[in-house]
């Protein structure tokens, strides 16, 4: 699993998935998410969806004010 802090934990038992991001493809993306409404008291800059590469590391964050970061 992946923390947030203490408060929010993204399960990784998902299966990977393929998805390009940036004209980079990646083959084994695990994509985590919670319901962005049960993150309160936080600023809207916690992400409420992951993709996380097994090889690379994070590659998409989805924050809660609808922004996204993607790695370059």
């Known amino acids: 699993d992946y923390s947030?802090?203490?408060?929010y934990s993204f399960p990784l038992n998902v299966p990977t998935q393929s998805m390009t991001v940036?004209?980079?493809?990646?083959n084994d993306i695990y994509s985590v998410s919670i319901d962005s409404n049960s993150i309160t008291n936080?600023?809207?800059?916690?992400p409420w969806k992951?993709?996380?590469?097994k090889s690379q590391g994070f590659v998409r964050f989805h924050?809660?004010?609808?922004?996204?970061?993607?790695?370059?």
């Open 50 to 53: 992951i993709e996380y590469s």
């Open 63 to 72: 924050l809660k004010n609808n922004n996204t970061w993607s790695r370059m």
């Open 42 to 46: 936080f600023s809207d800059k916690v």
């Open 4 to 7: 947030f802090g203490d408060y």
């Open 22 to 26: 940036n004209n980079i493809n990646y």
